[in-house]
């Protein structure tokens, strides 16, 4: 038989700060939040100009590669080509690409920016790189090179 706890008549008022802190000293969860800042601020920085992190990911993609395939880009970008999809359907609606057959491989199309998205990208660039010098004004350059290049690193570890 099992036995109930006793019931408590007022919580202890806790502070938040710091119960975390066994979990800190984990990199996946602690990068894990330094990327969910990051990412909040980019939307928010991104969102007036009609993209989302994924859209602008796309977007810089092909503005870089003109004629990158459908395939390929969901490659570069580590993602399911369906939802890559939705992606280029969202980008062409807004006028920033344009899809183009592939003569030697009808099944394919070529991804090209449009000069609305070539500024476009521009203008997102921008802004997040202003973003980034706000998140990342505590770091030295030196320290958010190392930074970078790490988290390089571990992203080209075979896993």
Do not use: W
Not at 19 to 28: M, P
Not at 96 to 102: E, F, K, P, Y
Not at 139 to 151: D, I, N, Q, W, Y
């Amino acid at each position: 038989m099992s036995r109930k706890p006793a019931p408590v008549a007022e919580l202890p008022a806790v502070s938040v700060v710091g119960l975390d802190r066994s979990l800190r000293q984990l990199v996946g969860y602690t990068m894990k939040r330094a990327t969910n800042l990051m990412q909040a601020d980019a939307a928010r920085v991104l969102d007036p100009l009609g993209l989302r992190i994924t859209t602008f990911s796309a977007l810089s993609v092909i503005c870089d590669t003109p004629d990158v395939t459908q395939s390929q880009l969901a490659a570069s970008l580590n993602m399911e080509r369906s939802n890559t999809v939705l992606i280029i359907d969202a980008l062409e609606e807004a006028g920033l690409i344009g899809r183009h057959r592939v003569l030697s491989d009808r099944r394919s199309f070529a991804l090209r920016a449009t000069l609305a998205g070539t500024r476009r990208r521009r203008a997102a660039v921008a802004a997040l790189e202003a973003h980034e010098d706000a998140m990342l004004a505590g770091l030295s350059p030196e320290e958010r090179a190392t930074l970078v290049a790490l988290l390089r690193r571990i992203d080209q570890t075979d896993h």
